[in-house]
């Protein structure tokens, strides 16, 4: 296979993106309104310290070796609107659960990290919408997020906006700050049994012996915090007061560039609108403009992988945004489908295994299993995105490798977006609370549910089971 060479000998700025080819290119018509909106940022406060991005790196390097676990989540297109002090909790709240039942279960650290505080921008695959209105076809610019447009269907709403890079800035810095807030405070009420919603668990579709498997650990959970609770405040209150770290997908390398910033006493420049940047699967050709503007900062990264990645192309994006090979630097998120997992992840652990390059392997088992029903809404099965998990941790055992986290699209709501799980949704029930504005999220029961059996697989497989 003959893959373009990359630029990556040539110098390096937060600015060298701009020539080359952009998948997701954004036109905006007032370049005046984008270069003050830029500016603005580039003279705000940063959202995120260059010495929480160094350490989520050491820690990121240990979950390599297996020694923590990742787990990453939240909605899939953040909305301004949704910047409200219920949303943000809710979304902590099912996240730290969600850790907990997994740290019970594998005994070792969880890292995590919230697909939230700036997760405002959406590829999309076709820049263009055509909508019948009154009869007549009417073609606009897709949605591309509330970092770049609105979602209504008129030519006002859906021109790029640059005053929205600024909004977006400003929202995903309220909400890092309450986040922050209630973090440091502690989710005192943790080890209330009230906290736990865990209706799912009882559940008259599951069979007697899941049931069983269900109630034996949510004891064993509820235990273990009264066991912490017995040692003293200070324990459960240093369970509570977690560290979350925030990740987006750095879409609008406008946005990205702007946030990008020399560090006094430290070499190198950083994204300090993100702990955690990740390049989706339609923004990582080699010879692009995201992989030119990625391989130059400091902050650890993600590359979301679909199966139409060959092996070589994989070796050559690992080259050029991790040229050091070192560790706690890149993130291969892989997101196959459950149908191809088994076909198109090993060959790409065995290339990297071979050439020793040092990565952090993450499932995404949402974006390889979305569907369209009959009546035209995305959904995702419980089960696809549970045996794509399954399927992905078993391949990494074979191979002699860790699946090191885990990421999902998920919100702390009562939503009727996937199909399936304990409840049993089916796809006639997805009208009643379908939100999202883009992707199927797992609803909190959902989320629940699917950190209870990923956290037995895990334990299992830590126990050779
Ligand atoms: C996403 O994470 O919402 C997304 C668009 O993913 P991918 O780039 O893997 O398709
Ligand atoms: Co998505």
């Given at each position: 296979m003959t893959l373009p060479r990359h630029a990556a000998a040539g110098p390096w700025t937060p600015d060298s993106w701009r020539p080359l080819p952009n998948a997701q290119a954004i036109a905006y018509s007032d370049a005046g309104a984008l270069a003050r909106a830029t500016a603005h940022i580039r003279r705000a406060p940063p959202l995120v310290t260059s010495w929480e991005i160094e350490r989520l790196r050491e820690l990121l390097a240990e979950a390599q070796q297996g020694r923590r676990f990742v787990l990453q989540g939240g909605d899939c297109a953040e909305s301004l609107e949704d910047c409200t002090p219920d949303a943000v909790t809710s979304r902590l709240k099912i996240l730290l659960q969600m850790s907990l039942v997994l740290v019970h279960a594998i005994k070792r650290p969880v890292i995590r990290v919230g697909?939230?505080?700036?997760?405002y921008a959406k590829p999309r695959s076709n820049p263009v919408e055509t909508r019948l209105v009154g009869g007549n076809a009417v073609s606009l610019p897709s949605y591309f997020g509330d970092l770049i447009n609105r979602p209504e269907f008129t030519p006002e709403a859906r021109r790029p906006d640059p005053d929205l890079l600024v909004q977006a800035y400003q929202h995903a810095a309220m909400t890092l700050n309450f986040i922050r807030s209630l973090c440091d405070a502690g989710f005192a009420d943790l080890h209330h049994p009230e906290y736990w919603d865990l209706s799912f668990t009882r559940h008259r579709s599951l069979s007697a012996e899941v049931r069983r498997q269900y109630e034996a650990m949510s004891r064993e959970l509820a235990s273990a915090l009264k066991f912490m609770e017995a040692m003293g405040e200070q324990s459960v209150d240093r369970l509570s007061r977690t560290t979350f770290y925030t990740s987006h997908e750095g879409l609008s390398l406008e946005y990205e560039s702007a946030a990008t910033r020399l560090v006094p006493r430290r070499v190198g420049w950083y994204n300090l609108a993100s702990h955690l940047p990740w390049i989706g699967e339609r923004t990582r050709a080699l010879g692009g403009a995201h992989i030119e503007y990625f391989r130059g900062i400091r902050n650890p990264l993600g590359v979301k992988i679909g199966p139409a990645c060959d092996p070589v192309e994989l070796l050559r994006l690992a080259d050029t945004l991790n040229p050091g090979n070192e560790p706690g630097r890149l993130v291969i998120i892989t997101r196959m489908g459950a149908p191809k997992v088994g076909e198109s992840l090993p060959r790409l652990i065995e290339t990297l295994a071979s050439a020793r390059k040092t990565v952090l392997w993450v499932c995404d088992p949402m974006h390889g299993n979305t569907t369209t029903t009959d009546s035209g809404l995305k959904t995702r099965s419980f089960s696809a995105i549970l045996e794509e998990l399954e399927h992905s941790i078993d391949i990494h055992t074979r191979l002699g490798g860790v699946l090191g986290g885990v990421h999902f699209e998920l919100t702390g709501e009562d939503v009727t977006e996937c199909t399936g799980g304990a409840a049993g949704l089916t796809e006639a029930d997805l009208g009643a609370r379908y939100t999202s504005r883009c992707d199927p999220r797992l609803n909190d029961q959902q989320a629940l549910e699917m950190a209870f059996l990923l956290a037995r697989k895990l334990g299992d497989q830590a126990r050779g089971a």
């Open positions: 697909r939230f505080a700036g997760q």
